[in-house]
């Protein structure tokens, strides 16, 4: 029996901690995506990044609900097919594969960061730097899933590093910053200025999905046992960011750590003014580009196992060709691979492989998929009778609502969405001429599930009936 527990515990540890990477990494750039957009305004940055959390508290409660729905996994195309019909889960699942782009290119352009706040001899060499890490993430992934423990690992050591930086920060720090706590060249009022500036910051929140789809890998339990975890998983994750959070944030207007320089982090800023240029700054900086790392190769993992979901090999739905999932021992999809390396590596050059620039596109494509899950459970509830989860779920949809809408304002963030909106209608044409087969709505929990023994990758596809 103790074993068993044992057994449990280390499969949790692995599993909650290697699924949080994305959204515990956004940590990195999402504080800074704020002061930004507030113009470096510290005295309303607190309050911005408070309104970031109470959201992601909101969605995550819409996510408790779906795990007693979907415990076998799927995530919001799941809750939408359910809802609406399959053929609309083709817009959780455009939205999703635009995100896992995305995220592998602002993590690596962070990570590029992280390193050169450290060594700035490097910074003359940042494209080529975030192209290389590009490149190594993408050929780790060949080896398949069997980093989960490694990824919980760096997880780990990011956050208890972290919680050690906040705490010199708090009671022993080195130096002060010379920002002012507010721009003056800042004249919108505090109440607009926030509204304006939390939905750049509302990258934290990508990755809250994770769980929800991610407990298909946990094959070797019950539903019961995979609603657990992914609950347990889904607020650790929440407790952890909003620590780290707010932590850093209040460090920043403690320590008055404002807008960085060009060739440094703001966090990097708050480290290197809470600890000194010392070993624990250095171990900061290594556990952030790790982890960064980490959160590129989950999704370099997630996105080519969508598209090989969603293909006609291996039981797959059959909408994509059969190239993209085609995979090799390692149940890995090379071309899928292949695909999301030539596109991120587009997006990195584009940018400069500076994260702030990807930063206004990145929290846009994913809440296309929170707003249809929230909406989706919302008509679950009503059809239930259950009033109050159903005005949680509809609150929920309107701050997402109000999120998209603030962003797509911004101008050029508008081709994220447009990009999730063309594949969204890309893919349902493709199912249309195959013959609309099932299993669309689980094309999620497919791309996570674990292989079967002796699975082979080019088995014949499922039945269209």
């Known amino acids: 029996m ?17 699924v949080m990477g994305d959204p515990v990494s956004s940590v990195a750039y999402a504080i800074e995506a704020a002061l930004r957009a507030l113009h470096g305004d510290l005295g309303l940055l607190i309050p911005t990044m408070g309104l970031v959390l109470g959201i992601i508290a909101l969605v995550s409660l819409n996510y ?7 415990p076998e996994g799927g995530g919001d195309a799941a809750a939408t097919g359910a809802a609406f019909g399959e053929g609309w889960a083709f817009l959780p699942l455009g939205s999703l594969i635009v995100d896992y782009t995305l995220t592998i290119t602002i993590s690596v352009a962070a990570g590029a960061s992280a390193i050169i706040a450290y060594l700035p001899g490097l910074a003359t060499f940042r494209i080529p730097l975030a192209l290389g890490l590009l490149a190594v993430v993408a050929g780790l992934t060949w080896f398949g899933h069997g980093g989960r423990l490694v990824f919980a690992t760096m997880t780990i050591a990011f956050v208890a590093v972290a919680l050690v930086v906040v705490a010199r920060g708090f009671f022993a720090p080195v130096a002060h910053g010379s920002a002012p706590l507010a721009s003056a060249d800042h004249h919108e009022s505090g109440a607009l200025a926030v509204l304006l500036a939390f939905p750049v910051a509302m ?4 990755g809250v999905e994770a769980p929800s789809s991610a407990i298909a890998q946990l094959g070797q339990l019950d539903d019961s046992g995979r609603r657990h975890f992914g609950r347990i998983t889904l607020w650790l994750m929440l407790a952890i960011v909003v620590a780290l959070t707010v932590g850093l944030s209040v460090l920043a207007v403690t320590l008055r750590v404002g807008i960085p320089p060009a060739d440094s982090t703001q966090i990097a800023e708050i480290a290197r003014t809470a600890a000194g240029d010392g070993s624990l700054f250095a171990a900061f900086q290594v556990t952030t580009a790790i982890l960064l790392l980490a959160a590129a190769s989950s999704s370099f993992q ?8 969603l293909s006609e090999v291996g039981g797959g739905v059959g909408v994509l060709p059969r190239r993209l999932g085609q995979a090799n021992r ?9 695909v999301f390396l030539a596109i991120s ?3 990195v050059v584009a940018a400069g492989a500076r994260e702030q620039r990807v930063v206004l596109f990145y929290a846009v494509a994913v809440f296309a998929a929170f707003l249809c899950g929230l909406l989706a459970m919302a008509r679950f509830f009503r059809a239930e009778r259950r ?28 081709v994220s969405l447009l990009a999730a909106l063309a594949l969204a209608v890309t893919l349902h044409a493709f199912w249309v001429r195959a013959g609309r087969p099932r299993g669309v709505d689980q094309a999620e929990r497919m791309a996570e599930a674990a292989p ?9 596809p499922a039945s269209s009936n």
């Open 452 to 460: 079967a023994p002796g699975e082979s990758a080019d088995a014949p």
């Open 64 to 70: 408790h609900q779906l795990y007693a729905r979907f």
């Open 2 to 18: 103790a074993s068993l527990i044992q057994s449990r515990l280390v499969l949790l540890v692995a599993f909650a901690f290697a």
């Open 203 to 206: 990258a934290l929140a990508t």
């Open 302 to 309: 997630a996105g080519p196992g969508l598209l090989k979901a």
């Open 345 to 347: 590596a587009a997006i």
């Open 387 to 414: 009033r109050l989860l159903q005005t949680t779920s509809v609150v929920g949809a309107l701050a997402v609502a109000l999120t998209l809408a603030v962003n797509v304002a911004r101008g050029y963030p508008v």
């Open 330 to 338: 390692y149940h890995t999809p090379y071309w899928g691979v292949v």
